[in-house]
């Protein structure tokens, strides 16, 4: 099949990134999971995938089902040129803040590639620190198909993680939340106690064991 053969078939999001292949050989996507969460890390991905590769169902990773999910991550995997993932756990989303925590684990992402991308392609923000030609989208996922690749590995590694805390702090039942501020969640925080991975600076997590009128300041 010639490049053009090619290009008239593929979905939006893989044609945005193969045009701009013509100028940037390659093109890493980045994104993250774990920015809204009341506990755990934020895990960021970056991904390179190669020219004219296909990958049938990536996509924003919150839109695929968890079993879809893992089938896609290994897709990634196996196809990528390069992947690199950046973790940042929650004393330093504590200290930082969680913007600022998500953009570093966005750099560790891309340092731990194994090549240098011509070109970054951004889930919502940019990584001043960073000094590779960069481009920023409001829902990547939906723009460029290196992003939503990066969406996918992101998330089934932070799922992982997670998981393996439900084991280490069953109280909470992770497993089923991820983290997030579930009813259950928020019932559980308030009956136990926030835990080591709990993200101490979000008031959500403070002000539910507290009576009403003494939150933490904003």
């Known amino acids: ?19 701009l292949r013509k100028n940037y050989p390659f093109i ?27 990958i ?13 999910r893992q089938r896609v991550f290994w897709e990634i995997v196996r196809s990528a040129y390069a992947v690199g993932v950046g973790i940042v756990g929650p004393d330093v989303i504590d200290a930082i803040n969680i913007l600022q925590a998500t953009k570093r684990a966005m750099g560790l992402a891309v340092k731990d ?19 590779i030609e960069q481009r920023s989208f409001i ?4 723009v460029s198909a290196s992003i939503a690749a990066a969406s996918v590995v992101a998330k089934v590694v932070r799922d992982d993680m997670m998981l393996g805390y439900h084991e280490q702090y069953p109280d909470y039942n992770f497993r089923g939340h991820k983290g997030y501020s ?21 008031r959500k997590v403070m002000d ?8 933490v300041e904003s």
């Open 208 to 215: 539910v064991q507290l009576p009403l009128g003494q939150g």
């Open 182 to 202: 579930t009813k259950e969640h928020m019932e559980n925080i308030r009956l136990f106690g926030p835990c080591p991975i709990h993200r101490k600076s979000f």
């Open 139 to 142: 829902k990547g996922e939906s």
């Open 28 to 54: 890493a996507g980045i994104d993250e999971a774990g920015r809204g969460p009341l506990a755990g890390p934020v895990v960021a991905a970056a991904v390179i995938l190669p020219r004219e590769t296909i």
């Open 56 to 68: 049938n169902g990536v996509r924003d990773s919150k839109k695929i089902p968890e079993k879809q």
């Open 1 to 19: 099949m010639s490049s053009r053969e090619f290009t008239n078939k593929i979905p939006p999001v893989f044609q945005h990134d193969e045009n």
């Open 113 to 131: 590639l194994t090549t240098r991308p011509d070109l970054l392609l951004i889930d919502a923000v940019k990584l001043p620190d960073i000094d």
